[in-house]
């Protein structure tokens, strides 16, 4: 036994006396390690931001992407490590299938959010397990309009505004409940979660990163879409715009 | 024979009689037609779905558009075709989840609906319909028009008619279109469509003068809304016989 421990951080079954149970808390810090991802829940859509680091310059741009659609309505941004969101996506994707093959229509956001809930919480359960290391970020359209959720790894979810996890979840929240959601369309929602993401990188520790971003909205027809290069340049100006302006009124 | 059926004790009836309960459809649509002409392909199809011989429903679509450059066209059994239509959405998410920037082409779906189609012929479950299949491929604007059948058949050409639309109308969308499908205009087209689909209404009994067409061209998809063709009936006073 190291030093620290107390011999209640083995196993996903064991609570510490206070209540705790440890693996989850070290599952969490998995997803701390990893670059932002955010969400935002606008007027008539929502939008997914993902910072997305490179491990190394020999990476190909575009791959391993952080926010993937599951069901044209329906997507998700992970943080965390990549290996276990890629299975949650896969799970996500063949609950929606299940749900269409059982109803004949596109399943709720709702109602995904609790099933990829209950799953994540079912490997926090038994001592065998390992928690998923992911927090998800759980966007789309439906009946009920635009949708915002997050997953931790406890399998608990909620409903939100706007959200984030990852390395600069603090600065991203902190931004995000500036932002008057009543009056923010996605399209400048999309402008927003860029400047949000860009201040929420650290330059410090790290330096190359991808920005992913994905929306679903009225606009796209309620599909989800990955925005395109021009809206991205775009948006990218309006961040560099506001930077410059922090930057001379420092002077 | 049926009355030698009647006689059968129900074990027996059931070791000697084939399954029969995949033989027939049951809610039908009948006709539907489909061109080439010069800016892309050109299908139409009534609003009527039949039961038997009654007009059961008549505002059902037998038009279903996959992707943007898409059409089906769908007659016989509505049941199996409403089943089609939802493995065919099954199809289009599987793809879209792959995320590849590969969008599936007209071609792609015909194929899909053609192994399908044959290999529920194959399991003695076929799916009672005949398909029109047409697009315009995004890029290269190439168009293509194909027919799939109950049994898996396939074939492609420049005018398509399913079910009675293959006795009476494929004569005359031959002598329109063959040879003039890269001049033929849209209103030429248009026309074309309306006169055999109203030729249809006036022999075919389970047919409807209300009708849907939807066009594929390289600039997307347009499918109408149902409307109503003029129809002439003053002839029919001079018609003596038919039990009338």
Not at chain 1, 30 to 51: H, L, P
Not at chain 1, 69 to 84: F, K, P, Q, Y
Request: with cysteine; aromatic share 8%.
């Amino acid at each position: 036994m190291t030093s620290i421990g107390t011999g209640y951080d083995y196993a996903v079954s064991t609570y510490s006396p206070d209540g705790r149970v440890f693996q989850i808390e070290y599952a969490s810090k998995a997803v701390d390690n990893s670059g932002t991802a955010i969400g935002i829940r606008a007027k008539d859509g929502v939008v997914f931001a993902v910072e997305k680091l490179a491990q190394s310059k020999l990476q190909v741009p575009g791959t391993n992407q952080r926010i993937q659609g599951v069901e044209r309505h329906l997507g998700m941004a992970t943080s965390g490590l990549l290996s276990d969101a890629k299975q949650l996506v896969t799970r996500a994707r063949s609950d929606a299938l299940n749900y269409r093959n059982s109803y004949s229509a596109s399943i709720p956001v709702k109602t995904m959010a609790e099933q990829l809930g209950m799953f994540m919480h079912a490997y926090t359960i038994y001592s065998g397990a390992r928690p998923y290391g992911c927090s998800v970020v759980l966007g789309g359209m439906d009946d009920e309009g635009p949708q915002l959720y997050m997953i931790d790894p406890s399998g608990s979810y909620w409903g939100y505004r706007g959200c984030a996890s990852g390395k600069g979840k603090q600065v991203a929240r902190t931004e995000l409940e500036k932002l008057k959601f009543d009056e923010l369309s996605a399209r400048q929602a999309i402008k927003e979660a860029t400047r949000i993401i860009y201040s929420a990188h650290d330059e410090a520790k790290d330096k190359e990163f991808e920005l992913e971003l994905v929306w679903i909205s009225a606009e796209t027809n309620g599909r989800f879409e990955r925005v395109s290069k021009e809206m991205v340049a775009e948006a990218e100006a309006y961040t560099q715009a506001l930077l410059n302006a922090e930057m001379d009124d420092d002077e | 024979m049926a009355s030698i059926k009647l006689k059968l004790p129900q074990a027996a009836q059931n070791a000697q009689e084939p399954i029969t309960h995949s033989d027939g459809p049951i809610v039908t649509g009948t006709s539907v037609l489909g061109i080439k002409y010069k800016d892309g392909i050109m299908v139409a199809a009534d609003c009527l779905a039949s039961y038997g011989s009654l007009a059961r429903f008549r505002d059902v679509n037998r038009l279903q558009a996959f992707g943007e450059r898409t059409i089906i066209g769908a007659s016989g059994d509505i049941g199996d075709f409403q089943y089609v239509q939802d493995e065919l959405e099954k199809l289009m998410i599987k793809d879209f989840c792959l995320a590849d920037g590969h969008e599936l082409a007209t071609p792609h779906v015909y194929s899909y609906l053609h192994r399908l189609l044959y290999s529920r012929r194959s399991e003695m479950k076929p799916l009672w319909n005949s398909y029109v299949v047409g697009g315009v491929h995004s890029s290269s604007s190439q168009r293509f028009l194909g027919y799939v059948d109950l049994l898996g058949t396939t074939y492609q050409s420049s005018t398509i008619a399913t079910g009675f639309g293959a006795h009476l109308a494929q004569p005359l969308l031959r002598k329109a279109v063959e040879g003039r499908e890269d001049t033929l205009t849209e209103e030429e087209a248009v026309k074309i469509l309306d006169d055999c689909m109203r030729v249809l209404f006036y022999r075919d009994a389970r047919s409807l003068n209300r009708i849907r067409r939807a066009k594929v061209t390289k600039d997307g998809m347009e499918v109408t809304d149902p409307y109503s063709l003029e129809t002439e009936w003053a002839f029919a006073e001079h018609i003596v016989g038919y039990g009338a």
